[in-house]
C-alpha cells in the first residue's frame, strides 16, 4: 500500500486547509485511514480516523469540531481543518490499514502500532 499526503501549507489562525490522502495498492475494499500530527519536540499525535468497514471516525478533543475527516471514490480520503490554531503546525500523514479492524477509536487510543502503511508528511504551518 503506498500513501501519499498532500494539501499543508501556511495559513494564518483561523484559516482552512484541506489536507488529502491517495491510496493506491489495496487489495481489499475495506480500510482504515488514520491522520498523525508531529510537531518539532513533541510526540506523534493522532488526530483523525475513518473506518471504511463500520462508518466510524475519531477526533481527539483537541481538533473536535474543527477537523473533519471524509472518504471519496478510489481511496482517497481527505481531512478539512477549519478553525486552525498555531498548535497545530506541524508535519501530518496518514497512515492505513487495510481489512476489517476495531472501530476507529480504539484503533486510535490503543491499537496505532497497528497501522502498516505510511506516506510521507505535509507540513501545515500556522502563523499571522
Known amino acids: 500500500v503506498q500513501l501519499q499526503a498532500s494539501g499543508g501549507g501556511l495559513v494564518q489562525p483561523g484559516g482552512s486547509l484541506r489536507l488529502s490522502c491517495a491510496a493506491s495498492?489495496?487489495?481489499?475494499?475495506?480500510?482504515?485511514i488514520g491522520w498523525f500530527r508531529q510537531a518539532p519536540g513533541k510526540e506523534r499525535e493522532g488526530v483523525s480516523c475513518?473506518?471504511?468497514?463500520?462508518?466510524?471516525t475519531y477526533y481527539p478533543d483537541s481538533v473536535k469540531g474543527r477537523f473533519t475527516i471524509s472518504s471519496a471514490a478510489k481511496s482517497t480520503v481527505y481531512l478539512q481543518m477549519d478553525s486552525l490554531q498555531v498548535d497545530d503546525t506541524a508535519v501530518y500523514y496518514c497512515?492505513?490499514?487495510?481489512?476489517?479492524?476495531?472501530?476507529?477509536?480504539?484503533?486510535?487510543?490503543?491499537?496505532?502500532?497497528?497501522?502498516?502503511?505510511w506516506g510521507r508528511g505535509t507540513q501545515v504551518t500556522v502563523s499571522s
Open positions: 475513518i473506518n471504511t468497514s463500520d462508518g466510524s
Open positions: 497512515a492505513a490499514i487495510e481489512g476489517h479492524t476495531p472501530p476507529c477509536r480504539m484503533i486510535m487510543t490503543r491499537m496505532t502500532g497497528s497501522f502498516g502503511s
Open positions: 495498492g489495496f487489495t481489499l475494499d475495506v480500510y482504515t
